[in-house]
């Protein structure tokens, strides 16, 4: 007998939580007219994401996800947004024509009947054995014995990323 | 199925990742600024890391391969981030615009 009865019932209902807020924060990200709001709703999509990451038995990227997606990513765009003002003027034909609209939620839907039929009726084999449980431990053993080579090539590839990005946005900048 | 337990069921995982890559592809085509197609994009990376999860989770004898494969995309995406932007702010300073209609000059 378990000690909390609820507690079933509360997991089911978190998990509906932050799969409402993945879904929903993506839809506000995508459908609202300014990017300053949409730039809230990939954070909540990222909030969402986490917790779903959670449920999937990885609490650490759950942690990296907001991490590097709220605290890294959305702040860059939001810096970016006050530095280039991305937001159309009220009065002018801001988004595309509603055929546009209508072709893009044509093709978004067909991709989505597709991805999902294949993942709900796909052949998925559970495997008989486990080797390890993905523990955050294992996970660090891992980073520096078998895959030491792909946590230096992020590293790398980021350090290449930040000299890049400061040299293409350097590029141009004169005093008037 | 018993609806307390889906949690424990893979597709609705693997559903929840094809509808964000949905959601993202519309926002992709419909946006017509720099950032916003940037935006889409990025929901577009958390649908993959989605699926790559759930995938990993379940049928997946290892599951520490994901979890360093999802940190690999990550930092590629941390990466993509930082080039688009300063891409977008050097866009900016020649065009005084990011909307894409204006910056199709090599349309021909």
């Not at chain 1, 860059?76 to 991305?86: D, G, K, Q």
């Not at chain 2, 600024?33 to 999860?53: D, P, Q, R």
């Not at chain 2, 940190?71 to 990466?79: E, T």
Request: some cysteine; overall charge negative.
């Amino acid at each position: 007998m378990n000690a909390f009865p609820a507690s079933e019932f509360l997991i089911f209902v978190i998990f509906w939580l932050f799969a409402g807020a993945t879904v929903g924060g993506a839809l506000f990200a995508v459908f609202t007219k300014w990017i300053i709001r949409s730039v809230c709703g990939l954070a909540t999509a990222s909030v969402g994401l986490a917790g779903m990451f959670y449920y999937l038995n990885s609490p650490f990227l759950a942690m990296i996800q907001i991490l590097i997606y709220i605290g890294a990513v959305c702040i860059t765009i939001v810096f970016a947004i006050m530095l280039a003002e991305p937001d159309e003027p009220v009065d002018a034909p801001g988004m595309h024509s509603v055929p546009w609209n209508i072709g893009a939620g044509i093709v978004a839907a067909a991709i989505f009947w597709g991805v999902a039929r294949l993942g709900v009726t796909g052949d998925w084999q559970t495997p008989a054995v486990r080797v390890s449980d993905g523990s955050v431990e294992m996970i660090g053993v891992a980073l520096l014995t078998t895959h030491s080579l792909a946590l230096e090539v992020v590293a790398l590839i980021l350090l290449v990323s930040i000299l890049g990005a400061l040299a293409i946005a350097r590029k141009g900048r004169h005093i008037e | 199925m018993n609806l307390l337990e889906i949690h424990q069921d893979p597709a609705v995982y693997l559903v929840l990742a094809a509808l964000l890559l949905a959601i993202g592809l519309f926002g992709f085509i419909r946006r017509n600024t720099l950032v916003g197609m940037l935006i889409s994009g990025e929901l577009i990376f958390g649908a993959a890391m989605l699926n790559l999860m759930a995938v990993n989770r379940f049928f997946v004898p290892d599951p520490t391969v994901g979890h360093v494969f999802i940190l690999f995309v990550m930092g590629l995406s941390a990466a993509e981030v930082a080039i688009a932007l300063s891409i977008v702010i050097a866009v900016y300073r020649n065009y005084r615009s990011i909307r894409t209609r204006e910056i199709a000059e090599m349309q021909g």
